[in-house]
């Protein structure tokens, strides 16, 4: 990762290698992190990860909810309006 970069994890604590993490982010090697998921979870009273300079934790609240399906639907259509148009697409991610 870039060192401007943050990390965003909302999936699974274990996809991340906290000790790894923790390590960057004392050395400034990343920008920061935002961690809905950790391991271990729940994160224990004293761990690095509640010190680390540049990390917010979520109480594990990423998730679907009964507005997810209709908001999905709507931007499934309104990007396939904007592609059939010709206009610039939403929510675009620059490599």
Known sequence: MKPHSWLVNIARG???????????????????????VTDPEPLPDGHPLWTA???????????????MLPRIAALVRDQLERLRDGRDLRNLVTR
């Open 14 to 36: 274990t996809l991340v290698d906290t000790d790894a993490l923790v390590e960057a982010l004392r050395a400034e090697a990343i920008g920061g992190a935002a961690l809905d």
């Open 53 to 67: 300079p540049g990390v917010l934790v979520t109480p594990h609240i990423a998730g679907g909810t009964t507005a």
